[in-house]
């Protein structure tokens, strides 16, 4: 008698078979194509949830999907250990970092295995662990000898609920903390950064050679790379007595035909001029207010459309190139200096934040370009001296159009790309007073953080040989355990961490108590996998271009910005190192949708959590994935239900008791073969087809939902075989490979019970997830007839079946022959009738 399903006792068995047995370990094969898919690496904060589930389930599909078709796939885990919430949590629970992440670790390790994930643990990297921030440590170092490691006084983002400075890319929405959602202020600090503005040309133009990767994250980091073109504008500076000087500012402007309408100079708070032009002065007071209001406020805040502008006046002048005018310097706060120089030329008419601030503070607007259609045009389309001081309009005019009350270049075409733009850059470059220029948005990369729990920064001062690397065999710079986070602690306050000698002179030197921001280490983890338990180098290059680039990589659309860029920027510095042969990490990218309940995604934070545990607990963790890959396509978002669930038990149970019940018939007797033109072993047969090419599409395409939809598609024309045919007549053979087939289709699916299924009651000598996917015949596939609709003028108004052979004129006779047909167009004057091939008859009458 066939048994029961019963995840309960077979899932932990098969687990601690294939992990006994090493089952998912790879290693280079040269005779097999490979097939690198990652997903990226969890942070060990607490067990794993729901949106852990889908995700790695997603990964495991598609890689023992790969395994079956014949290719070495890697498919590693390890974990992103460092960072602020390891410190959070130690101090909420008076512990150490240390102790927790591991705790974690642990933890998700078993609910991973419990999940059956088929990951190569010989792999398994720790970033936390010494031999893995050994080499992000001579990573660092390996940059610095190539120039691309800085250290600066600069004002940076800080968030004061960390304690700890920001990368721009953490400082999100309205300019909180990407953690912690508080606001983020600007502070002036020595920090280190790494050149990412070095490859943000290359890193822009090989988006275009990603055509795996979603149009909206190449969108989102192209837009955040900000290329611009325009030029670079020299604006003498005049001394205090007003009279010009020998120093000169520079601005950059993505439009230099404009330069006629600059009426007032404009320089960030934070620009270093504003209180060398004060201090002392009548204006010191006023500057500094804005200097101080514009800390306390994010830079989204500040360049936001919506606000009111905020200024004051320096006393100080520029005196504009084209014109020769004196230009009064103002300070505010929407200017930024993370963007071009952190001075602005102001242009009123042509830009609305300039006209707003002018409006506010009684600043000229002069018309410098006007509109083709505008009526000014009429009385200024000759005027090259400046003869009107204000525009009429209440918003200021950005596009194209006419040059006016600009000398000698009046009458041509401005805006961007235009024939104005290019001859006032080539009249400034031709006196030495500006130059054509690129700008990037982008800028290099801030890596300090003022935390304990990160990777110690291998670098020391000296006051004699000032700041010097940690020799190479003196890595790792051990990170001490003696830190006590719960009382504020960070390395600075450890004078046994931080006290050494220099490497260079001997003498006396501070260690560098700062840490690495952790997204240095997720950067490169992807190449380690290739080579992870390698002590002498980084990794081994054959190795490396035996498995890289990634094939597929999976994560959330929130790491566009932040850990997908940095690792393109690291893998080209690689290159350059002659570390990797290849420029760009991940070939294919999918970003898969979030986990949510009750329209809120699921996170611990939100106290909304599904447990995954409580899940398997009932029904399996077969079910668990087989259900979360069901509700919906990969990169949407899942809106979670318990009320599907048992849906998904009922349909693994009918898949088990049919496969059970045909392989022990087949087992027991001989196998019959029934006439090949029996209509209902003609159906299953192409059934069967049908869905092994449907399923092997879908899962390439990660459509993993509909690819089950035909799984229960062909269960359901397999158990109506059976109760259809008399057993006497059925065909067991075609039956036997019906039910292997659908086992093997399952298996990356539910591995558990197709394990069982294939070893314990078909019998079979090797594990399923070694077997080969089930080949298919598109001829096999297709149907001898085709159904079509019949429509009059729009209408269906019968169907007709027919031959799938039958020629265009063919199915158009047949189709007017139809008695409904006949009756519906009798008397009337056919006037087209279209066949769509397979799919549609359409018959317009009048």
Known sequence: MTRSYDPHAIEEKWQAAWDAAGLYSVSEDA?????????????????????????YSIGDVVARYFTMRGMSVLHPIGWDAFGLPAENAAIKSNSHPGTWTYANIEKQTASFKRMGFSYDWSRKVVTCDEDYYRWGQWIFIKF?????????????????????????????????CWRCKSVVHKRELEQYFLKITEYAQELLDDLDELPGWPDRVKA??????????????????????????????????????????CSFFLLAPEHPLVREFVAG???????????????????????????????????????????????????????????????????????????????????????????DEDPLLAELADVRERVMHEVPWETAFAGDGVMVQSGEFTGMRGGKASEGMQAVTDWLAARGQGRSSINFRLRDWLISRQRYWGNPIPAIHCPVCGLVPVPEDQLPVVLPTNVDVTKG?????HPEFYETTCPTCGGAARRETDTMDTFTCSSWYYLRYCDARNDAAIWDTDKTDYWMPVDQYIGGIEHAILHLLYSRFFTKVFRDMGLVTFAEP???????????????????????????EEIIAKYGADTLRAYILFMAPPDKDLEWSNDGLDGMWRFLGRA???????????????????????????????????????????????????ALSAMMELLNTAMDYRREVPADQRDTALERDVAETLTLLLAPYVPHMAEELWLEVFGKPESVHLESWPAWDPAAAASDEVEYPVQVNGKVRDRLTIAASASEDAVRE????????????????VRKVLVVPGKLVSIVVG
């Open 31 to 55: 005779s097999k194509p490979k097939k690198y898919v990652l997903e990226m690496f969890p942070y060990p904060s607490g067990d794993i949830h729901m949106g852990h589930v889908r995700n």
């Open 144 to 176: 610095w000898e190539r120039g691309l490691v800085e250290r600066k006084s600069s004002p940076v983002n800080w968030c004061p609920s960390c304690k700890t400075v920001l990368a721009n890319e953490q400082v999100v929405g309205d300019g909180v």
């Open 220 to 261: 989102m980091q192209a837009n955040w790379i900000g290329r611009s073109e325009g030029a670079e504008v020299d604006f003498t500076l005049c001394d205090e007595s007003g009279e010009p000087s020998d120093r000169t500012i520079t601005v950059f402007t993505t439009r230099p035909d404009t330069l006629f309408g």
């Open 281 to 371: 002065t009548e204006y010191e007071a006023a500057v500094m207010d804005v200097v101080k209001a514009a800390e306390m406020e994010s830079a989204i805040d500040r360049s936001s459309a919506d606000k009111v502008k905020r200024g004051a006046f320096t006393g100080r002048y520029v005196i504009n190139p084209v014109n020769g005018e004196k230009v009064p310097i103002w300070v505010s706060d929407y200017v930024l200096m993370e963007y071009g120089t952190g001075a602005v030329m102001a242009v009123p008419s042509g830009d609305q934040r300039d006209f707003d601030f002018a409006r506010t503070y009684g600043l000229p607007i002069p018309p410098v370009v006007l509109a």
């Open 489 to 493: 602690e960070t390395l600075a306050d």
């Open 586 to 612: 991940f070939t294919n990218l999918l970003t898969q949708g979030m986990v949510k309940l009750d329209g809120a995604t699921m996170s611990k934070s939100r106290g909304n959590v599904v447990a995954p």
């Open 656 to 706: 088990w008791r049919y496969i059970a019940e045909v392989a022990e018939e087949s087992a027991s007797g001989a196998a019959s073969v029934a006439d090949a033109t029996d209509p209902a072993s003609k159906l299953l047969r192409r059934e069967r087809h049908r869905v092994v090419g449907k399923v092997s599409d879908d899962v390439e395409r990660f459509q993993f939902n509909t």
């Open 814 to 829: 047949a189709a007017l022959a139809l008695p409904k047909i006949v009756e519906n167009i009798e008397g009337k004057t």
